[in-house]
């Protein structure tokens, strides 16, 4: 199925979007690795447990 007039987005624009979202999102959104460390947090979810960043927090001991 073809439609030429959808435009298509370049990798680097689709990161810019999901980046934009994210960073804008009301939602909370933390990223935590395998051993329990935030590495990636959005301001809202900064903002709603009080610190100016998480990265780098142990989310549990």
């Not at 979007?17 to 999102?25: A, D, G, L």
């Not at 939602?27 to 329990?36: F, K």
């Not at 990636?40 to 780098?56: C, I, K, Q, V, W």
Request: aromatic share 4%; hydrophobic share 40%.
């Amino acid at each position: 199925m073809s439609n030429d007039s959808a435009e298509v987005l370049s990798s680097d624009e689709l990161l810019s979007i999901f980046k934009t979202v994210i960073m804008n999102s009301p939602d909370g959104i933390i990223t935590v690795n395998e051993d329990g460390v935030i590495i990636f947090s959005n301001p809202s979810a900064d903002r709603m447990l009080g610190y100016e960043t998480l990265m780098g927090k142990k989310l549990m001991s």
